[in-house]
């Protein structure tokens, strides 16, 4: 199927007519105002990073620890994901080693974003890099395996570093942004601007057929954290769609942090 103009693609798939309430997180405050009372991790910002930056910036934000007692890394080992080449339910904590394993664990916003075929096309293509470095690449978008296997046949994608989150556990834990300005009218997407030849490239083979068929799981945005064991040692929250964690920074992160 010929892929239509890219641009026009961002904004392709149609609204829930109503969405469904999203189960609270238990490790934090609730940030997202009267008409969505979600409930997030926070996470300490290193004492060089600066207070307040606005959400168009959307700054990364490395995380020296998570706050006290948090557990972040606990609490997301017992979230259940599905492995896309196998349908079959894992754990996170068995996707890495829990005492030294470096992970990168990339979260998309699903299936059926071409913003995210393009970010998902960029990982592909660092992957070699973070092998190099001893560091596991672990991708989770949201939707069924059946949906993740679509993006990773077409784009292609390997199959055995992909994972479907169709309830969106792992994103709700991590108090990562949801709704409908974050989605469709946040000025940080107009980032994607800046890469429209690489996403033009990545949806080449793109198919609406991948979005998540709760429709309700559009309106989802992604993130980027990193691993040592569990260990948080980088947090970011992508801003609204396209605003993806510049993969520089993560790999910066990720060859300071010696592997046995």
């Not at 973070?130 to 059946?146: E, H, Q, R, W, Y």
């Not at 940080?188 to 990545?202: G, I, N, P, Q, Y």
């Amino acid at each position: 199927m010929a892929a239509p103009a890219a641009a026009s693609l961002v904004a392709r798939v149609s609204l829930p007519p109503r969405l469904r309430p999203t189960a609270a997180s238990p490790l934090g405050p609730s940030v997202h105002g009267p008409r969505s009372r979600r409930r997030h991790l926070r996470f300490r910002r290193s004492p060089s990073s600066s207070a307040g930056t606005a959400a168009a910036s959307s700054p990364s934000v490395p995380s020296s620890s998570p706050e006290p007692g948090s557990g972040i890394g606990d609490a997301l080992g017992d979230v259940e994901i599905n492995s896309a080449a196998t349908g079959e339910p894992v754990l996170f904590r068995d996707l890495w080693d829990q005492n030294e394993g470096v992970a990168v664990v990339a979260l998309l916003r699903h299936f059926g974003c071409p913003c995210c075929w393009e970010f998902a096309s960029v990982l592909r293509d660092t992957k070699e890099r973070f092998d190099s470095a001893g560091v596991k690449l672990i991708a989770v978008g949201v939707g069924t395996p059946a949906k993740a296997r679509i993006l990773a046949e077409r784009l292609p994608f390997p199959l055995e570093y992909l994972y479907a989150d169709s309830d969106r556990k792992a994103y709700n834990l991590l108090g990562l942004y949801f709704g409908v300005g974050r989605t469709f009218f946040n000025p940080a997407s107009a980032k994607v601007l800046s890469r429209f030849d690489s996403l033009k490239e990545a949806v080449k083979n793109y198919t609406i057929e991948a979005t998540p068929d709760d429709r309700a799981g559009v309106l989802q945005q992604g993130g980027m954290f990193v691993f040592k064991g569990k260990e948080l040692l980088y947090a970011r929250k992508d801003e609204g769609t396209g605003d993806h964690a510049p993969l520089d920074d993560v790999l910066n992160i990720c060859c300071k942090v010696p592997v046995t």
